[in-house]
């Protein structure tokens, strides 16, 4: 009995010193990464007024469109709404008639 588990002990212990060293060195990894982010957003960062305005007006147009393309629902909308609500409804009475859902009800004893 023990050639059996202690192998599985051995291969258990093993995988968490690994998962415990791959740990510490991808925080240490991160840490100097983190650090060397920090030291450079003291830097102010030279981004030219063009380029914001380039983003400004792109997303003006983006939001301009977007809003020009809206539409009020229509009947055929609404009727689409209507039918899945309903067949919807259909299929949980179904799913509730085959027990598929959970009741919420506790047993007893357990």
Sequence with gaps: MIELILPL?????GMCVWIWLSNARLKDT???LADDLKDRLNE????PSSFVE???DEMFN?????LQNL???TAADHLMGTLSQLFQMKMMKNMDM?????T?????GV
Excluded: A, M, Q
Excluded at 44 to 47: E, F, I, K, S
Excluded at 62 to 66: A, C, L
């Design 9 to 13: 002990y051995l291969s258990f212990f």
């Design 30 to 32: 991160l840490t100097l």
């Design 44 to 47: 102010p960062l030279d981004v």
């Design 54 to 56: 380039e983003i400004k």
């Design 62 to 66: 983006i939001v301009e469109d977007t």
């Design 71 to 73: 539409s009020p629902p």
């Design 98 to 102: 085959n027990n598929l859902l959970p």
């Design 104 to 108: 919420g009800d506790k047993e007893e």
